[in-house]
């Protein structure tokens, strides 16, 4: 039950990536993006962008975390089987979070879910964790156009269900890390 979504989309062998055809670029197509962002550093980022009046892309939907260091490989796996086009983590500067290592454990699991997409024949491009300063309003900006770019390129995630697919996979990834905080 759980491989449907995978396989609905074709990606039942590990080298379907290398097998298939490429898709034709939609010229209509908004990816839907998430951002996991540490409440420190890329959620104040965002913050100074908008302060700063920056231009980046309103498909972009932030989920506040505490740090970087709380997000678990399945967030990232449900906001991508939730029908993101793509997720990425925003955390603090290398050597610079204030919970000392959860911004490298994060890129580790940013890591590994590459891995697991590329495995099951979905482009790893789609998941990425990016490293800011809550100064860098532009820096964040500049990222979120850049990664929605890469995104609108490699074309709609094959397991989105229909518009509004980021809503959804927000709420559930939202749901994911609320639940993660309450006590066992």
Known sequence: MA???LAAAGATQPDAAATAA?????????????????????????D???SMRLEYPPTIRMIKLPCTGKLEVIHL???????????????????ECHYLK???????????????????????ERV?????????????ARVATEFTERIRALGPNP?????GAAHAAARAAAADVALADEPP
């Open 48 to 50: 100074l962008a908008g």
């Open 102 to 124: 959860g911004n490298l454990w994060a890129r580790k699991r940013v890591e590994h879910v590459k891995g697991l997409l590329a495995e099951v024949g979905l482009e790893p």
């Open 159 to 163: 397991l989105r269900r229909g518009a």
């Open 128 to 140: 990425e964790m990016y490293n800011m300063s809550s100064a860098m309003g532009t820096e964040f």
């Open 3 to 5: 491989d449907e979504p």
């Open 77 to 95: 796996l449900r906001a991508i089987e939730a029908g993101a086009d793509g997720v990425y983590a925003a955390g603090c500067l290398e050597g």
């Open 22 to 46: 490429p898709r034709p670029a939609d010229p209509g197509f908004e990816p839907e993006i998430i951002v996991f962002a540490c409440h420190y550093c890329a959620y104040a980022a965002a």
